[in-house]
């Protein structure tokens, strides 16, 4: 039995996997991460009508994503974790926001690349292009910093079927058309979902919680990382 936390982005989320089961509550209130996710993890628990002490596994996004969404989903993590010596799942945001374009569209959903991207402000952003091939999750675009113009003349240059994530960032007066830069787009959050779909895949390594490092972008052009 799974239990999943997703905070990296503007949504939150909590799921649970009981057998065939998933059991999730999500809610896309900025700046209410913290009020909300202990409340939600009770509320999958009573959904699934089981105990914290059935969960054997866990696991979570560990970015890139918001400094503070981050935190807040991990810190719940390392202390279920902690609490029963909890195997924890750490995933990558920009994966898991593929994994819940491909559940939320299947029907749209063809073998071309997807890119995933999220703001990182100051005129950048963070992106990684992953691709389905009928099983798993495969890494084309490694996942990096760019600034916003790169990442649109990368865009143009591979030809994605889709790009999800905060794509708002992408397009400006000069575009707002998709006239320079024309591919199909979907403003999208992750979900605690997919994240225990990504999860079950046997190419992912369970870890100690102790070992795991969010990976968060700092006020720099460079990619920071957290250790607890």
């Not at 509320?43 to 994503?65: H, N, Q, Y």
């Amino acid at each position: 039995m799974m239990l999943a936390v997703e905070t990296a982005t503007a949504a939150c989320s909590v799921a649970l996997s009981s057998g065939d089961n998933t059991f999730f509550r999500y809610s896309k209130e900025p700046r209410s991460h913290s009020e909300k996710i202990l409340g939600m993890v009770k509320d999958v628990l009573e959904d699934a009508k089981v105990s914290f002490s059935m969960i054997d596994r866990l696991a979570v996004t560990i970015g890139p994503g918001s400094f503070t969404g981050l935190r807040v989903g991990f810190s719940v993590i390392q202390g279920l974790a902690f609490a029963r010596d909890l195997p924890v799942v750490p995933l990558c945001t920009l994966e898991v926001l593929a994994a819940t374009y491909r559940r939320t569209h299947i029907e749209k959903m063809g073998d071309g690349l997807v890119i995933s991207l999220l703001n990182a402000r100051m005129g950048q952003c963070a992106l990684g292009g992953f691709r389905w091939d009928g099983n798993f999750w495969s890494n084309e675009i490694a996942v990096c910093l760019l600034a916003i113009d790169t990442a649109k003349r990368l865009i143009h240059d591979r030809e994605p079927e889709m790009v999800v994530g905060d794509v708002d960032v992408l397009f400006d007066e000069d575009d707002i058309n998709g006239d320079n830069y024309a591919y199909n787009n979907l403003e999208l959050c992750p979900h605690a979902i997919d994240v225990i779909i990504l999860a079950d895949d046997p190419n992912k390594r369970m870890q100690n919680i102790g070992n795991i490092e969010l990976r968060y972008l700092r006020e720099s052009n460079a990619w920071s990382k957290y250790k607890r």
